[in-house]
């Protein structure tokens, strides 16, 4: 007597491909299924059938991501030209134009560093007319905050804060111009400088000297960036081994030419980018690094 079989192989093709061994009893059902009238047919429990095709449920999901968040802004490119950036930043004056040409040169052509000619070329590009006092409208920038000295001379960077300048424009960057008292003008266009008590770290200090072992004299030093690396340099030598950024003011004020508090930041992000100072992590004051040490000697 033949030995009936325990699975049948059950077969679907079409719009919907299945394939799988099943149970005699399974079987039966499903014929049962086929050949019942529509809508007579009762679901009887049973085994849950496989997923179908569950490779495309990732590709579903992965689709999805792709798509933009409808509450996701959308990012406003980049310009094209330099005059494309004039436009977009908004820039008015010849300081705003230069900078938008730095921000069009750091963002679009991805220039770490630029120079007073790459500038000049910008404007010739934007069939903007050079200006004629250039060195005097590019340092009003650097006054602003919106330039900063780099390392090497002659070489600039853009200011983390004018970012968004190609996309933003000058809102929120142009300083406020106040009115000039009769005492104001009187004083003319000479930098007030600030009154500061002794620091704390200098109190046992007698004298401040102009200059430090063999180094070229604070007064000589033309870069800001380098001359705040020369007053850590001299605190150091005064047995202040990490200057405060408090103390900074107060210490270049004593060398004849302050560094203000607003600026130091700025200046110190170079230094400390080219590896020539760091801060400590216990009061965050400023420390010459031996490669500091090393570049002062070369000024």
């Given at each position: ?42 679901a009887t429990p ?91 409208e590019f340092d ?160």
């Amino acid at each position: 007597m033949t030995e009936m079989p325990n699975e049948v192989h059950l077969a679907l093709t079409g719009r919907i491909a299945f394939e799988q061994e099943i149970s005699v009893a399974q079987g039966a059902q499903v014929i049962a299924i086929v050949q019942s009238p529509a809508g007579l047919v009762r679901a009887t429990p049973g085994p849950e059938p496989p997923a179908l095709l569950p490779e495309l449920a990732p590709a579903r999901v992965e689709n999805a991501r792709e798509l933009p968040s409808p509450d996701e802004p959308a990012q406003q490119p980049l310009p094209e030209s330099p005059r494309q950036a004039l436009d977009t930043s908004g820039a008015k004056t010849v300081p705003e134009k230069i900078t938008a040409f730095a921000a069009y040169l750091t963002l679009v052509e991805d220039h770490e560093t630029f120079s007073h000619q790459d500038l000049r070329r910008l404007f010739e590009r934007a069939r903007e007319r050079i200006p004629t006092h250039f060195s005097r409208e590019f340092d009003k920038a650097v006054r602003a905050g919106w330039i900063h000295e780099g390392t090497t001379k002659g070489a600039y960077y853009l200011s983390d804060s004018l970012r968004n300048l190609l996309s933003d424009g000058y809102a929120g960057h142009r300083g406020k111009r106040t009115r000039r008292t009769p005492a104001t003008a009187a004083r003319g266009n000479a930098r007030r400088k600030p009154s500061l008590s002794v620091p704390d770290d200098f109190a046992e200090v007698d004298h401040i000297p102009a200059t430090v072992g063999g180094l070229l004299p604070y007064q000589q030093v033309k870069l800001k960036r380098d001359r705040l690396l020369w007053a850590i340099r001299l605190a150091k030598e005064l047995g202040i081994p990490a200057l405060k950024g408090t103390d900074v003011t107060w210490l270049t004020d004593k060398l004849g030419d302050a560094i203000l508090s607003r600026d130091i930041s700025a200046h110190f992000k170079g230094l400390h980018r080219d590896g020539l100072a760091n801060r400590s992590v216990v009061d965050n004051a400023m420390r010459i690094t031996e490669k500091g040490e090393e570049y002062l000697f070369t000024l």
